[in-house]
């Protein structure tokens, strides 16, 4: 079994944002912690995340059901904690992007802050992932993410496409307190 400790290593080491899969990684020592609800498409409960400060960045612990199963989806940050289903989560804004750079691990000038690795989506239609975001910090300063939302979208994250990785339709939204 692979520790935290080894994570907050290659995640320092590569000042990148990385997932790990959920039997992967020890519990790791906080010293902030959130949660966020996720509301579906509809307006449905569709699960939960836990949040927490760990020395390689905020580790999110996510569990959402009512996804299309077995396919990959993008995950990210997103801009504004309002998290309106009728608006097809639109309310919500862009990727969050503090540091003003283009989308995508792929670009230049990339990624945003908000950018995380795609997750894949189980055959019961339930994401359960572990994702380590070392750009971010579990507060409300200028790279805080509390009173953010996180974001799953219907499609992967291409991690070109500008200004949002041709992600497509907004499927789960949950507001970080």
């Known amino acids: 079994m692979k520790t935290i400790a080894t994570f ?8 990148a944002t990385f997932a790990v899969a959920a039997d992967q990684v020890a519990p790791a020592t906080t010293t902030g912690t959130g949660t966020a609800k996720f509301v579906g498409a509809k307006g449905e409960d569709a699960g939960k ?8 960045g905020v580790l999110i612990n996510v569990e959402i059901k009512g996804l ?11 801009e504004t904690g309002t998290c309106d289903a009728a608006s097809h ?3 919500a804004g862009g ?8 989308h995508g691990y792929e670009a230049a000038n990339g990624p945003h802050a908000g950018d995380m690795p795609n997750q894949y989506v189980g055959a019961d239609g339930v994401l359960r992932a572990q994702v380590i ?3 971010v910090t579990l507060d409300k300063g200028e790279a805080g993410i509390v009173g953010r939302a996180l974001m799953v979208h219907a499609k992967p994250d291409d991690y070109k496409t500008q200004p949002s990785g041709a992600a497509g339709d907004r499927l789960a ?5």
């Open 173 to 177: 939204c949950g507001v970080i307190e």
């Open 89 to 91: 989560h639109e309310s």
């Open 133 to 135: 975001n070392d750009a």
């Open 49 to 56: 995340a836990d949040l927490s400060t760990t020395p390689a």
């Open 8 to 15: 907050a290593a290659i995640a320092l080491a590569s000042s």
């Open 68 to 78: 299309p199963a077995s396919q990959w989806v993008a995950f990210h940050v997103h």
């Open 95 to 102: 990727h969050f992007n503090p540091d003003g750079k283009e």
